[in-house]
């Protein structure tokens, strides 16, 4: 069974900063793609950063040049990084590990990230 460990989330000011980590299963961890996605209330879950093996990354336009995604693949961890945050980035956050020879997603239980004053 896959499990994740997902830690980071909270609330900050606008313009403030908070890192997401999430530790993933050994077994799954090497062999996926990993990422973070969002979903705000009354929205849909939606791509925020995906980070693969080799480094690759991929962001949602509205967090280039805020976010960074990193992995340490000697601890199973995956890293968001955000800064400049703002009210529009309130949402619950999700590790997410897409194996790259399998169709199935898993998913971490969720972190909230809320972005008031």
């Known amino acids: 069974q896959v499990q994740f460990v997902e830690s980071g989330g909270g609330l900050v000011q606008p313009g403030g900063s908070l890192r997401l980590s999430c530790a993933a299963s050994?077994?799954?961890?090497?062999?996926?793609?990993m990422g973070w996605y969002r979903q705000a209330p009354g929205k849909q879950r939606e791509l925020v950063a995906t980070?693969?093996?080799?480094?690759?990354?991929n962001f949602a336009d509205s967090v280039k040049g805020r976010f960074t995604i990193s992995r340490d693949n000697a601890k199973n961890t995956v890293y968001l990084q955000m800064n400049s945050l703002k009210p529009e980035d309130t949402a619950v956050y999700y590790c997410?590990?897409?194996?790259?020879?399998?169709?199935?997603?898993?998913w971490g239980q969720g972190t909230q990230v809320t972005v008031s004053s």
């Open positions: 997410n590990a897409h194996p790259y020879y399998s169709a199935t997603d898993y």
């Open positions: 050994g077994s799954i961890f090497g062999i996926s793609r």
């Open positions: 980070i693969t093996s080799a480094g690759s990354t």
